[in-house]
C-alpha cells in the first residue's frame, strides 16, 4: 500500500506542471490543456482520499469535476473560435487592443 | 408563526427554481417561434420571471423562512436555505430584472436574442445557488454554473474585437481559477473526509500533522472566490471583461457575480473554518483578507483615478468596492459582533447592487445614443438629457459614498462595524480610499453638468430607449429608497450573518 502521502506529492507536481504550462504558453489550445492537468491534480486528490477514509464522497466529487472540466471546455473552444476569426490565430497574447 | 410552515420545506428553493424555469421557458419560447424575433416577449418574459423571483425571495425573507427555527436544509445538507441565501438572492434578482430591462434595447436588431436572455438567467440561477450551497461540492458545481454563461455573455458581440478579447481573458482567468479553487477543495477534502460545511467545521480542528496542507487548501479557495468577487489578486481580468463586454452585462456581472461571489465566501468561511478552530492551528484567514482588502481598495481606487475611459473607470472603482466588501471577511476575531461588520458588507452589496448597475446601465444608454467612451464625450450631456444624468448624478456620489445617498450608509455601517471589531486601522483606509474615490466620480459629474459639449448641443441623441430609461430611473429610486430603508436592511442582514457564527 502506498502511503496516501505519496498522492499529495503526486497531485502537487501534476498541479504546477499545469501552473507551468499557463505561465509559459501563449497557445490558447495548450492553455486549456494546461489547465485541464490542474483539475485532474485535484482529482488525483479525491481518489486517492476517498480511498483513504473510506467514503466515495471524494469519487463521487471528481466525477463532477471531470463533468465541468468538459463543460468548460466546451465553452472555451467556443471563444477560441471566436478568437481565431477575428485575429487569425489563436495566440492569448495577440488579443490586447484594450490596453493603453 | 412563520406563513411557510404551511409548505413543503422544499419550497425554501423555489426562488432559485423560478429563476432556472425562467432560462428554460425563454428557449421553449425561441424554439417554438425561431425565425420571428420577438425582443419584447422575450424580455417581458425575463424580466417578469426575475421579479418573480424577488418577489418570492422577498417575502420568504420577511416572513421569517430558513430564519426563525433555524435553517433549512435540503438534500443531506448541500443545500441550506437561510437569511443570507435569501437576502443575496434578492439582489441577484433585483440586478437581473434590471439588467432584462436595459437589454430590451439595448439588443435592438442583434441575433440570438432568446440565448442571450436565458444566458443571463441561467447564470443569475448559479449565483443563487452558491448562495445556499452548503457544501464544497455545490459551491464548486455552482460556480461554474454561474460563470460559464458568463464567459459567453461577455463575448457576446463575436465581430466585436474588444468583446471577443474580453471574453477571451474573463475566460482565462476564470479556467485558472477555479483549478486553483477546486484544489483547494481537494486538500480540505483530504485533511478532512468530507465535503460538507458543517462537517469540515468539526473535523478541521483535528487536522493534526497536515495543518500545513489544510492551510493551502484554506488559501487555494480563498484564491476562486477572489475570481468572482474581482479582487487582488484574480483581479485584473475585471477591467479587461468590463471595459470589452455589452454594457448591460459589465452592470451584471460587476455587481450580481460580485455579489454572489461574496454570499459563498461568506457562508464557507464563518462556517466550514470556524474561528476558534483554525485561527489558534496558524490559519488566520481574517488577517489573509485584510491584507486582501487593504490592497484591493487602495490598487482599485488609484487605478480608477488614472483613467480617461469612463466604463474602465467604473470597471477599476468596481474592484475598489470589491476591497471594501471584503472588510467583512477581515474584521473578524477582535472580539467585536462578527455578524454585525459581515452583515455591514452584505447591506453594502445590496446598495451596490443598484447604484453600480444604474452607473453601468447608464454607459449602456450613451453606447446605444452612439456617444464616446471618454470623460470629454460627455461633456454638456446634461443639456440633452438631463434626467437620465440627474440619475447618473446619485449613483456617482452614492458610489463615493456622499452623505444623501444609499452608499454613504452603508459605508458607515460598514466602517463602524470595523472599528467596533477593533480594526480602526482597514476603517481608516477605507476612509481615505473613499475621499480619493470622490475625485474621479465628480469627473463625470463635472462633465455631464459644467463642461460645455465640444460639439455644440443640439445634435439628436435619437430615439428615447424607453426599457434602459425606466431600468435607470428603478435603479436611481433604489439608490434614493435605500437611504430611509436602510434601517431593516442592515437588521435583516445582520441578522443573517449572526446566524452563521452561531
Redesign the interface.
Known amino acids: 500500500m502506498v502511503p496516501v502521502e505519496w498522492y499529495?506529492l503526486l497531485?502537487a507536481a501534476v498541479?504546477c506542471i499545469?501552473l507551468f504550462g499557463?505561465l509559459t504558453r501563449s497557445n490558447?489550445l495548450l492553455?486549456?490543456m494546461s489547465?485541464e492537468l490542474?483539475?485532474n491534480?485535484?482529482?488525483i486528490?479525491?481518489v486517492?482520499?476517498s480511498a483513504?477514509?473510506g467514503?466515495v464522497?471524494?469519487q463521487?466529487?471528481g466525477l463532477?469535476?471531470m463533468a465541468?472540466a468538459a463543460?468548460?471546455v466546451a465553452?472555451?473552444i467556443?471563444?477560441?473560435l471566436?478568437?481565431y476569426?477575428?485575429?487569425d490565430d489563436v495566440d492569448?497574447t495577440l488579443?490586447?487592443?484594450?490596453?493603453r | 408563526m412563520p406563513l411557510q410552515t404551511q409548505l413543503p420545506t422544499w419550497t425554501a428553493i423555489a426562488p432559485t427554481v423560478l429563476l432556472g424555469l425562467t432560462a428554460l421557458v425563454l428557449l421553449l419560447v425561441d424554439s417554438v417561434d425561431p425565425d420571428s424575433t420577438r425582443p419584447t416577449a422575450l424580455a417581458a418574459v425575463s424580466v417578469g420571471g426575475s421579479v418573480a423571483t424577488l418577489a418570492v425571495a422577498g417575502w420568504y425573507l420577511l416572513a421569517g423562512t430558513g430564519q426563525v427555527g433555524g435553517a433549512i436544509r435540503l438534500y443531506g445538507g448541500s443545500l441550506v436555505i437561510d437569511g443570507l441565501s435569501l437576502f443575496f438572492t434578492v439582489i441577484v434578482a433585483s440586478v437581473v430584472a434590471m439588467v432584462s430591462l436595459a437589454s430590451h434595447d439595448y439588443l435592438q436588431d442583434r441575433t440570438y436574442q432568446a440565448e442571450f436572455y436565458s444566458l443571463v438567467l441561467l447564470a443569475a440561477t448559479g449565483m443563487s445557488l452558491m448562495a445556499s450551497a452548503g457544501s464544497?461540492?455545490t459551491v464548486?458545481?455552482s460556480l461554474?454554473l454561474a460563470s460559464?454563461p458568463s464567459?459567453?455573455l461577455v463575448?457576446f458581440l463575436?465581430?466585436n474585437?474588444?468583446s471577443?478579447?474580453?471574453?477571451?481573458?474573463y475566460?482565462?482567468v476564470g479556467?485558472?481559477s477555479?483549478?486553483?479553487l477546486?484544489?483547494g477543495?481537494?486538500?480540505v477534502?483530504?485533511v478532512t473526509?468530507?465535503?460538507l460545511l458543517s462537517d469540515v467545521a468539526t473535523a478541521i480542528g483535528d487536522a493534526g500533522d497536515f495543518v500545513g496542507?489544510a492551510g493551502i487548501g484554506v488559501v487555494m479557495i480563498a484564491g476562486g472566490f477572489a475570481f468572482k468577487t474581482a479582487s487582488v489578486p484574480f483581479h485584473f481580468w475585471a477591467p479587461?471583461a468590463y471595459?470589452?463586454a455589452p454594457a448591460p452585462i459589465s452592470a451584471f456581472l460587476s455587481s450580481a457575480s460580485k455579489a454572489a461571489g461574496f454570499a459563498v465566501a461568506f457562508r464557507v468561511f464563518a462556517v466550514a473554518f470556524p474561528l476558534d478552530a483554525v485561527v489558534p492551528m496558524g490559519i488566520d484567514w481574517p488577517l489573509l483578507f485584510a491584507v486582501l482588502a487593504v490592497v484591493t481598495m487602495t490598487l482599485g481606487n488609484f487605478a480608477a483615478a488614472t483613467q480617461e475611459n469612463v466604463k474602465r473607470m467604473l470597471a477599476y472603482s468596481s474592484v475598489g468596492h470589491a476591497g471594501y466588501a471584503l472588510i467583512g471577511l477581515a474584521a473578524l476575531s477582535g472580539g467585536g459582533p462578527n455578524g454585525d461588520v459581515m452583515g455591514a458588507s452584505m447591506a453594502h452589496l445590496l446598495v451596490y447592487g443598484f447604484m453600480n448597475t444604474g452607473a453601468f446601465l447608464f454607459i449602456a444608454m450613451v453606447e446605444r445614443w452612439g456617444l464616446g467612451r471618454t470623460f470629454e464625450d460627455y461633456n454638456g450631456l446634461a443639456t440633452r438629457a438631463p434626467v437620465a444624468c440627474l440619475a447618473m448624478t446619485v449613483f456617482m456620489f452614492s458610489l463615493a459614498g456622499l452623505p444623501p445617498f444609499g452608499g454613504f450608509l452603508s459605508k458607515y455601517a460598514l466602517f463602524y462595524g470595523a472599528i467596533q471589531g477593533g480594526f480602526w486601522w482597514l476603517a481608516a483606509v477605507g476612509a481615505i480610499n473613499s475621499a480619493l474615490s470622490l475625485f474621479y466620480y465628480s469627473r463625470v459629474v463635472r462633465a455631464m453638468w459644467i463642461e460645455d459639449p465640444v460639439d455644440g448641443d443640439g445634435v439628436d441623441l435619437g430615439a428615447t430607449p424607453l426599457g434602459l430609461y425606466v431600468a435607470v430611473l428603478i435603479a436611481a429610486v433604489g439608490t434614493l429608497a435605500l437611504l430611509p430603508a436602510f434601517g431593516p436592511v442592515v437588521e435583516t442582514a445582520q441578522s443573517a450573518a449572526t446566524a452563521l457564527f452561531a
Not at chain 1, 488579443?95 to 490596453?99: D, H, L, S, W
Not at chain 2, 471577443?164 to 481573458?169: D, F, N, S
Request: proline content about 0%.
Open positions: 499529495l497531485a498541479f499545469g499557463i490558447a492553455f486549456l489547465v490542474m483539475l491534480a485535484a482529482n486528490n479525491l486517492a482520499f483513504y477514509w467514503n464522497t471524494g463521487t466529487f463532477f469535476t465541468l463543460a468548460e465553452v472555451g467556443g471563444i477560441i471566436v478568437l476569426r477575428n485575429f492569448v488579443a490586447k487592443g484594450m490596453r | 464544497l461540492a464548486f458545481v461554474e460559464l464567459y459567453a463575448a463575436k465581430k474585437r474588444g471577443v478579447e474580453a471574453g477571451l481573458k475566460f482565462l479556467a485558472v477555479s483549478g486553483v477546486v484544489f477543495i481537494s486538500l477534502y483530504a473526509g468530507s465535503l496542507v479587461e471595459e470589452g
